[in-house]
């Protein structure tokens, strides 16, 4: 069964009324032994990179394993950001590096251009590469909340993107890790799509 990681720093009823609402049953769980059975897992995130990270403490080895051994997992929002190996918000605290990069504050120039700092509300996909959650989404509105945004080192690894007075990475994924920096959970009905078709895979592995 997909297991939602209950570390303290998700908004997990959010999420996993989602999953209920396409009709999965997933469960909510911190027991290490549950998480390592767990055929998916998925990590939400809510508030600062370094108090995630310290929660994550007692799970990253769990994590890490389940992401070598080739199990799906997917990250949202914060969840996303501690896939990566710093961020600015935390200095000196390591995320768990499973993608080469950094996250960084957007810059205060883009008030120029009249944006909000954090970035709050919905923007439209800017779809770069085919992946496999995102099959049936195109130029679609995402609901975001963030004022950090990562920056890959590799390229590659970036399926879409939005602008934001600068070109924001929004999805990423490599393998079997899939990640989006929006909320898919609150994002309607493409946003459920995106849920559906992580499960879809789930089912094939």
Same mark, same amino acid.
């Given at each position: 069964m997909?297991?939602?990681v209950?570390?303290?720093?998700? %908004?997990l009823k959010?999420i996993s %009324?989602?999953?209920?609402?396409?009709g999965?049953e997933?469960?909510i769980s911190?027991?290490k032994?549950?998480?390592?059975?767990?055929?998916?897992?998925v990590?939400?995130?809510v508030?600062?990179?370094?108090?995630?990270m310290?929660?994550?403490?007692g799970?990253q080895?769990?994590?890490l394993?389940?992401i %070598?051994e080739?199990?799906?997992?997917?990250g949202i929002?914060?969840?996303?950001?501690?896939?990566?190996s710093s961020?600015?918000e935390?200095?000196?605290?390591k995320?768990l590096d499973?993608?080469?990069?950094?996250v960084v504050h957007?810059?205060s120039i883009?008030r120029?251009k009249?944006?909000?700092?954090?970035?709050?509300?919905?923007?439209k996909?800017?779809?770069?590469?085919?992946c496999?959650?995102?099959?049936?989404?195109?130029? *679609?509105f995402m609901?975001f909340v963030?004022?950090y945004y990562v920056?890959p080192?590799?390229?590659?690894?970036?399926?879409?993107?939005v602008?934001?007075?600068?070109?924001v990475?929004c999805?990423?994924?490599?393998d079997?890790?899939?990640?989006?920096?929006?909320h898919?959970e609150?994002?309607?009905?493409?946003g459920?799509?995106?849920?559906?078709n992580?499960l879809?895979?789930? *089912?094939?592995y």
């Amino acid at each position: 069964m997909p297991t939602i990681v209950d570390y303290g720093s998700g %908004n997990l009823k959010s999420i996993s %009324n989602a999953f209920t609402r396409i009709g999965r049953e997933v469960r909510i769980s911190r027991d290490k032994e549950e998480l390592k059975d767990s055929e998916a897992l998925v990590l939400p995130g809510v508030g600062a990179f370094g108090m995630a990270m310290e929660n994550l403490m007692g799970y990253q080895k769990i994590i890490l394993q389940h992401i %070598n051994e080739g199990k799906p997992f997917l990250g949202i929002c914060l969840g996303l950001q501690v896939l990566f190996s710093s961020s600015h918000e935390s200095p000196g605290v390591k995320g768990l590096d499973v993608f080469p990069g950094e996250v960084v504050h957007f810059p205060s120039i883009i008030r120029r251009k009249g944006l909000k700092i954090p970035h709050v509300g919905w923007n439209k996909l800017q779809i770069k590469r085919c992946c496999p959650i995102l099959e049936g989404v195109g130029s *679609d509105f995402m609901y975001f909340v963030h004022s950090y945004y990562v920056k890959p080192c590799q390229e590659e690894i970036v399926a879409a993107s939005v602008d934001y007075g600068l070109e924001v990475p929004c999805v990423v994924f490599k393998d079997n890790v899939f990640a989006t920096q929006f909320h898919p959970e609150k994002s309607g009905e493409k946003g459920l799509l995106i849920l559906k078709n992580f499960l879809e895979l789930v *089912d094939s592995y």
